[in-house]
């Protein structure tokens, strides 16, 4: 039971058998192996804690220097060359900033704003905002109970991720309380598909997934919705979010068919 909670990512997991505390107390086989599965949970709480730490410390260190960068770029005679330095700074600010994020979600103490939204619409903003070429398809529109701050990022990460990696068509999808994000191009590797994604994990060709997927997972789990990837019908890659549905008090129950 300590082994299945460690590997689902629960690393204060113990098993805490008194034997493997005193020496002085008989020892056996069972009490051999959950004397080194506390000390292996330990060790890897320790090395994730610090690489916690550490990505933290690097994205707050980089803020002061981007913002003087910034600053200086805006300043460059009007051409080519000031685009191009204008354009690193602005890609290197929002890399600090998902670091940051990625930061904060790894120490779990994040709160959320609930209220209730329809979730139609607020795709459909997501999507205007991404300024991307992306069909939005409304099948039932549903009311859920989630943080929309929270909620945008997850999906605008998602039709980011389609447009970067994938291929035109990209559609985004609204059943109900799942959110379906499809693209056409050649679909999700293969690791990801089995592992989910991995931070900077790049592919022969140079090609990765960044942290957009990493940080739409992690959101995801914050506001209690489920995040699945997998390939869609007919080719391609297909995102599904599935948010938990609000079901008003008030609301007459479904009528049965006769």
Do not use: C, W
């Not at 959950?34 to 994730?48: E, P, V």
């Not at 890399?95 to 904060?104: A, K």
């Amino acid at each position: 039971q300590v082994a299945r909670r460690i590997s689902a990512g629960d690393l204060d997991a113990r098993v805490d058998d008194p034997r493997t505390k005193d020496p002085t107390r008989p020892q056996d086989e069972v009490a051999t192996v959950s004397g080194a599965l506390d000390t292996m949970a330990s060790s890897l709480q320790r090395k994730l804690q610090s690489e916690q730490r550490f990505t933290a410390d690097v994205a707050h260190e980089l803020r002061t220097p981007l913002t003087g960068l910034t600053a200086a770029a805006e300043l460059l005679p009007e051409g080519r060359p000031s685009e191009l330095v204008r354009d690193r700074v602005r890609a290197m600010r929002g890399l600090t900033e998902d670091l940051l994020e990625i930061s904060r979600l790894d120490a779990r103490n994040e709160t959320v704003d609930l209220a209730v939204h329809a979730l139609g619409p607020l795709a459909g903003r997501v999507v205007r905002a991404s300024g991307t070429e992306t069909e939005v398809r409304v099948v039932r529109d549903a009311d859920v109970e989630t943080d929309r701050r929270r909620l945008e990022r997850v999906l605008g990460n998602l039709v980011a991720n389609a447009h970067k990696h994938g291929a035109p068509p990209v559609v985004l999808t609204v059943d109900g309380p799942v959110v379906s994000v499809r693209d056409h191009g050649p679909g999700y590797p293969a690791y990801l598909l089995e592992s989910g994604p991995q931070r900077f994990r790049t592919e022969s060709g140079g090609k990765g997934h960044g942290l957009g997927l990493t940080i739409a997972v992690g959101q995801a789990e914050v506001i209690g919705a489920e995040l699945v990837f997998g390939e869609a019908p007919g080719g391609g890659a297909e995102a599904r979010l599935r948010l938990p549905e609000y079901v008003r008090l008030n609301d007459p129950p479904p009528e049965e068919s006769s």
